[in-house]
């Protein structure tokens, strides 16, 4: 293999994304145990919902290959640097290992077995039902987006049910509810991006039937209201002072975002304002973490 299919296969894992679940699922066992639990079973779990998200990105780009012609045309299937025959090999790939990894992982580390078994395989599910037919949530409009509420909570529910089992406070409730907004809100401004794409493809994305403007009030709403729920995480001093410094930055930089798109609302920067909520994602999963221990 040459350095450039090498490459190509590492952008279609897009392996920099998955970085959010290692991390998501590291603050799960973290606010979980209350301080930070053992090195073997931390990197272990974080490991695996970060694999368990790998997965989504190649089934994705398979199944999604028409959109991205548009949507996405420098990724790795539409520019011709891997062929659909590879993409696929890849597909089947994760598919026959991710689950082998799933029950090694949770069998053989400290962790509580068949919780995490349960919140590894609902994600990895998720996985499929999201891009592969014949459920393909993608093409299912605002289903597709709440669709996408779930990855992030569970890679967090994954390593909370680690450490405590089937037991859920109303502080990991709370917290997941952070991440299933900040989801789909940020998918939603992809989505005003990707419309055109999806519209040629003989999709109904949401803002084709809602309206760009309204689909970007949708968002805005969610992304308030996950904003309001860390400041009532920081009121309630759920975490210690480190938590308050970083929660407040991250409702400014919610809302900095949000107004940023507003000023100079632009359809085609819809991915770039994704990917800044998403700053915002990786922020809030860190001031869980230093928030406990």
């Not at 290959?65 to 590879?86: F, T, V």
């Not at 592969?132 to 993608?138: D, S, T, V």
């Amino acid at each position: 293999m040459n350095k450039k299919k090498l490459i190509a296969y590492i952008r279609l894992e897009r392996p920099q994304y998955s970085v959010i679940a290692f991390l998501i699922a590291c603050a799960g066992m973290i606010a979980a145990y209350k301080g930070v639990p053992d090195i073997a079973p931390l990197v272990g779990v974080g490991f695996l919902f970060w694999i368990i998200l790998n997965t989504a990105h190649p089934v994705n780009d398979y199944f999604d290959r028409e959109i991205d012609k548009i949507a996405r045309p420098d990724a790795p299937l539409p520019s011709g640097d891997l062929s659909p025959g590879e993409a696929k090999k890849s597909v089947i790939l994760h598919y026959m290992l991710v689950p082998l990894l799933v029950i090694l992982i949770a069998s053989v580390l400290s962790v509580e077995t068949v919780p995490l078994m349960a919140a590894a395989f609902f994600g990895l599910t998720l996985t499929a039902i999201y891009s592969a037919p014949p459920i393909r949530m993608r093409k299912r409009g605002i289903l597709k987006d709440l669709t996408l509420g779930f990855p992030l909570p569970t890679a967090f529910l994954g390593g909370w049910m680690a450490i405590r089992g089937w037991s859920i406070s109303i502080e990991a409730f709370m917290i997941i509810s952070v991440y299933f907004l900040l989801g789909p809100c940020s998918q939603m401004l992809a989505d005003i991006h990707d419309m055109e794409g999806e519209k040629a493809a003989g999709y109904k994305p949401f803002p084709a039937t809602f309206g760009i403007r309204n689909t970007f009030y949708l968002s805005f709403s969610m992304g308030i209201l996950s904003a309001l729920i860390i400041l009532i995480q920081i009121i309630s001093e759920w975490f210690n002072r480190y938590y308050t410094i970083l929660g407040g930055f991250i409702i400014f930089w919610i809302v900095f975002v949000y107004v940023k798109c507003l000023v100079d609302f632009d359809p085609e920067k819809g991915r770039e304002w994704n990917e800044k909520l998403l700053i915002g994602v990786m922020l809030y999963s860190i001031a869980i973490v230093v928030g406990s221990v």
